[in-house]
């Protein structure tokens, strides 16, 4: 059972450079989620998409770009790195339809992402 | 806006104990909540959930007890093992933040 799978696990990014985090789930859920957690804090949401063809900002969406591929994929893009993105970034999926609340049910292991 | 929060930062229990972390939430409107485990290293974990039509929830040597009156949360793990040592956090509803959560220590 792979659940939530994301790619890569680490990334090492200069200052301006783009990338994009992947993020693909089997459960056939309808939501997925994109969080950052930084030392010593907790998760925030960065992201996320209620189901295929819908996404919406979080709590911290500026500096990030989002694309719903297809019920599976979920990625993450950040056009111009900053230091300050540099985060551990999870991806999550959870079954729950769109207005009874969005809440992750299920994550991946994270991309440690340093931004020089 | 919502939040939710956790009563205690820390907690160390004797391996074969019984743990209790708690949490409070603001929305009395609330009717899902979830228990994580967060690992040193990993992602976080679904552990168990609950519905707001529920006072109590049992799992694998976990449970889950919900006071919808005082909107507070509880998890119970019985008999504490090492491999609970972890992060243990709560979320309800739209959770755009997550609380830093309880740090669970099992002192052999």
């Known amino acids: 059972n792979a659940g939530v799978t994301q790619t890569p696990k680490f990334q090492v990014l200069k200052t301006g450079q783009s990338m994009t985090l992947q993020c693909a789930q089997d459960?056939?859920?309808?939501?997925m989620y994109w969080y950052r957690q930084d030392p010593g804090m907790g998760l925030r949401l960065i992201y996320y998409?209620?189901?295929?063809?819908?996404?919406d900002k979080g709590e911290v969406p500026n500096g990030y770009n989002v694309s719903r591929l297809n019920k599976r994929e979920f990625s993450l893009r950040l056009e111009s790195a900053a230091p300050s993105q540099t985060s551990v970034y999870f991806c999550?999926?959870?079954?729950?339809?769109?207005?009874?609340?969005?809440?992750?049910?299920?994550f991946g292991d994270g991309t440690r992402l340093s931004i020089l | 806006g919502e939040s939710v929060g956790l009563h205690l930062p820390t907690l160390s229990v004797q391996e074969g104990d019984n743990s209790i972390i708690n949490c409070a939430y603001s929305?009395?409107?609330?009717?899902?909540f979830i228990w994580y485990k967060q690992e040193s290293g990993k992602g976080p974990q679904f552990i168990i959930d609950?519905?707001?039509?529920?006072d109590k929830r049992q799992g694998q040597r976990v449970t889950v007890l919900l006071n919808k009156t005082v909107k507070h949360l509880s998890l119970q793990i019985a008999a504490t093992q090492p491999g609970d040592s972890a992060v243990y956090f709560c979320?309800?509803?739209?959770?755009?933040?997550f609380g830093t959560g309880t740090s669970l220590t099992v002192i052999p």
């Open positions: 459960m056939n859920h309808n939501s």
């Open positions: 998409s209620a189901s295929e063809g819908t996404t």
């Open positions: 929305n009395s409107a609330s009717d899902y």
């Open positions: 609950i519905r707001s039509n529920m």
């Open positions: 979320g309800t509803g739209n959770q755009f933040y």
């Open positions: 999550a999926s959870s079954e729950l339809a769109a207005g009874t609340g969005f809440l992750p049910q299920h």
